[in-house]
């Protein structure tokens, strides 16, 4: 009986031995796979950095040649450019290949991944000239290899010094982008963060978290984000590691919802802007909503939203002047009836475009309760105040009837301990609120313009008889969006 009880502890501790051997084989299997596909993604972005090099060089080429052409022969219906513009710099799709302007590369990626089921994954880079600011992230579907765990491929080419030169091809899971999303809301609560919306098909997914990408590069700050910066350049231990250490800094007072009503909130240039943001809102809305309906509300016709969003601009904006232009045109169409049931097509980018919006509302409604919280206590503390000097002057402790109430000296210290933490926040809220709405601003009508270019053509397509309005009207769209004419005016000493 001990010779079979020692011989059946053998064969456990043997079949132990062998599942732990088993185990390390399955470590080392994993680590190797692993390697391999490291080696795999450095070999392509040698190759494509090559690639991207020459083409860099072809395309300076061509942009010279072209410059050296129109210095003979101008173009009297080209729009001229901005002088506070900088020069654009030509980019390659990391799809088809196909050259294009640095602000096209989102509308481009839009069409591209949703018609890309038969085109080669990544085979390229998008080309920047090194020595400048530029940021080009592109977001396309990942090869079959790594598809599995992380089915997007992001690429970033840039020559800014934050990113020392280099360029980057990492594979990123739909949960990585959601983490970043969140991580910004919570890290940044006094700024803008572009919304980040749920996707039915894969290839929305892909237009949407490109949209996300690009409009994270554009933005003066975000660009340089900690957490950006590692999402593009990280490795997958780095972005889980982040994952699971990252704790958001606890930057609000608290979460009363304290309302200070005796305050006048009929001008000032939040309520202003809060005010605008909320008008064109409505006629986004308004438009979306037509362009879904393919026309069938002939209450509200697309030429009644345009008149509304060219009328609501506080300033001669370039989006007053093309919702005018608009307007005009589409109103010369509705009375032929001439309706397009095609315009679905750009009702993602004008969603897009919808939610950005929202994501700035919802920061002028951060602002204005923190105003409100800042208010409340600031009057709390002057209340608490007078009762302690009112008590100092009748010589009583307290002024208080229950015994379970704090005496009027313990709620005075509270109440000014709370007034000090509302103003800190207040302050960081406000602190970088004016450049942040001139951002968002100008990012909404860059935007804004590449949804009407893209209205413009499908209409100029499909009407042979609208053609040369349409022509004409392609002509003032595409004109330069000037820094200096804002929807949106703040100042610091004006903000209730």
Not at 222 to 234: A, D, R, T, V, Y
Not at 334 to 357: G, T
Request: one cysteine or more; charged letters at 25%.
């Amino acid at each position: 009986m001990e010779i079979e009880g020692e011989s059946a502890e053998e064969q456990i501790l043997s079949l132990t031995q062998q599942l732990e051997q088993l185990k390390e084989e399955k470590h080392l299997l994993e680590a190797s796979y692993e390697k391999a596909l490291t080696s795999l993604a450095d070999s392509e972005a040698k190759m494509e950095t090559l690639q991207g090099e020459l083409k860099l060089a072809h395309d300076q080429m061509t942009t010279m040649w072209e410059e050296l052409g129109r210095q003979q022969v101008t173009n009297p219906l080209s729009p001229l450019p901005h002088p506070e513009s900088s020069p654009e710099l030509p980019v390659q799709c990391t799809l088809c290949g196909d050259n294009m302007r640095q602000r096209d590369v989102e509308n481009h990626s839009n069409y591209c991944s949703a018609n890309s089921n038969d085109l080669p994954v990544a085979s390229s880079v998008p080309s920047v000239a090194m020595g400048t600011d530029a940021l080009i992230v592109s977001v396309t579907r990942a090869p079959s290899a790594a598809a599995t765990w992380a089915p997007f491929k992001v690429v970033t080419k840039s020559g800014a010094s934050w990113m020392n030169g280099r360029h980057f091809n990492v594979y990123r899971s739909q949960g990585d982008f959601q983490w970043l999303f969140e991580a910004l809301q919570e890290e940044c609560p006094e700024r803008i963060v572009p919304p980040l919306r749920a996707q039915i098909s894969l290839h929305a997914t892909v237009a949407e978290f490109q949209r996300f990408m690009s409009r994270l590069a554009n933005h003066r700050i975000f660009c340089k984000h900690h957490l950006f910066i590692l999402f593009l350049s990280g490795s997958l231990e780095d972005i889980q590691s982040a994952r699971a250490k990252h704790h958001p800094l606890s930057r609000q007072p608290g979460q009363e919802t304290l309302f200070h009503s005796n305050q006048d909130k009929h001008s000032g240039a939040l309520v202003i802007a809060k005010e605008y943001l909320s008008a064109l809102e409505h006629n986004l809305t308004g438009l979306l909503r037509e362009m879904e309906s393919s026309g069938t509300h002939a209450d509200c016709p697309a030429s009644y939203w345009f008149r509304n969003i060219s009328e609501a601009e506080p300033n001669n904006t370039y989006l007053k002047e093309a919702a005018s232009s608009l307007c005009r045109v589409c109103a010369d169409m509705e009375q032929h009836q001439a309706e397009s049931d095609e315009a679905h097509v750009i009702c993602q980018n004008l969603e897009s475009i919808l939610s950005y919006l929202r994501a700035a509302l919802s920061l002028l409604s951060r602002v204005e309760q923190a105003v409100d919280r800042f208010l409340y206590w600031d009057e709390e503390v002057r209340i608490c105040e007078e009762v302690v000097q009112d008590n100092d002057n009748d010589g009583e402790d307290s002024g208080l009837s229950e015994a379970s109430e704090p005496p009027a000296n313990q709620r005075s210290t509270e109440a000014t301990a709370c007034c000090q933490e509302s103003k800190d926040y207040l302050e960081m809220m406000c602190r970088d609120l004016a450049p942040e709405l001139a951002n968002f601003d100008y990012q909404k009508e860059v935007e804004l313009r590449s949804v009407f270019l893209e209205y413009a053509a499908l209409f100029c397509e499909k009407f042979q008889r609208f053609q040369s309005k349409w022509y004409s009207l392609n002509v003032i769209l595409d004109s330069d969006i000037k820094l200096a004419l804002r929807a949106i005016h703040f100042q610091h000493s004006n903000i209730y």
